[in-house]
Structures are given as C-alpha cells and as structure tokens.
C-alpha cells in the first residue's frame, strides 16, 4: 500500500508549559528538523502552517493550535481547502504502544485512546491516515492523562534530538522527496536506540 503525501501534521499542545511534554512529541519533532523550522510558517487554518515542493509536488505542514482534542479540525481545514484526502495526511503523534526509542510508520488502525487520532478521525470521517508513531512508552502506572502530559527528561530530549528524530526523519524521506510511503517489515515498528 502507498500514497504520496501532501499534509504532514505535528501534533501537539500550545502554551510554554506544554513544550516539552510527552504528548508534544509531534511538535518537538517539528520544531528539531531544520527542514522543517526554516520553512515560513503563517498563521492560518486554526494553528500555525507552511509548505514546501518536492519533485513537483507540494507538501504542507500544520501545527494545531487548537489542543489536542480538538486538533482535527484544523487538519480537516486545511485539508479541505487545498483538496487533500485523508489518504495523503501523516500525523506525527506520541505512541504510548510503542516503547521509547522506537518509531514507526503505519496506515490507518486503532486510536489507541489518543485524543489527536480521535479529533483526526471525527473531522477526516474515517481512521484511513498515515502516522508516524514516536514511541513514548506506557507508565507503570494507571494515571495515563499525567504521564502523557509530563515532560521528558533532559536525557530523554537529548536522546530523541540526536537519535530519534534523525530516524524519524529517514522514515519520511520518500515524503520529503516527493515519491509515495511504503508500509514494509522494516518501518513498522523501528528501534533508533
């Protein structure tokens, strides 16, 4: 199965006390690739959003300012406006099913409990997404809405910006090339360290 990409989006929570939470992994990731925080980003479609071309095709980009819960709606916008089909969106989301260290490419499925996929799903009328998945484990604990909301350790944000993000970034170099995303053995569940 594969289609080209045309809307990457980073999900995550606005305000300073939510920059480095678990949850934000979408947008810590975002803001580490220089591609993608030296594009010119605009106000607009309820968050911030810019795009780019690769191989004659044009990719956008958004970041959510909406929340969590509610980020779909302002994927749905954008999406809309420029004729994107859920098939062509890559959401780039925390994972507590995978553990940290691990990413992983994967098409349609579950929600997983995830308040982002569950908005994405509501406004794009249907599961049928790309995402990419940055692993940030289960706690050993019941309370999952504090974990995910707690913010990684320096050690843990060092290990994601020198060795995570880069292999997240191999895992949507076809999208960044303007070629289609592939599901195979080796980029469904992937460990970077």
Known sequence: MNHTIKLIAFLGNPGIQYRNNRHNAGWLFCDSCKLF??????????????????SGIKVYCIKPET?????GEAIQELAAYYQITRE?????HDELELPFGFIGIKFGGGLGGHNGLRSMNQHLHGPDFWRLRIGIGRPDHSDIAGYVLSNFNSEELSTLNRAI?????????????GTTIQITKENTKVKAV
Do not use: D
């Open 165 to 177: 993000f880069p292999k997240a970034l191999e895992l949507i170099a076809p999208v960044l090339a």
């Open 67 to 71: 929340y969590m819960n509610h980020s």
């Open 88 to 92: 062509e969106v890559l959401v780039v």
């Open 37 to 54: 925080s030296e594009l010119s980003w605009k106000r607009g479609f309820k968050g911030h959003w810019a795009s780019f071309e690769t």
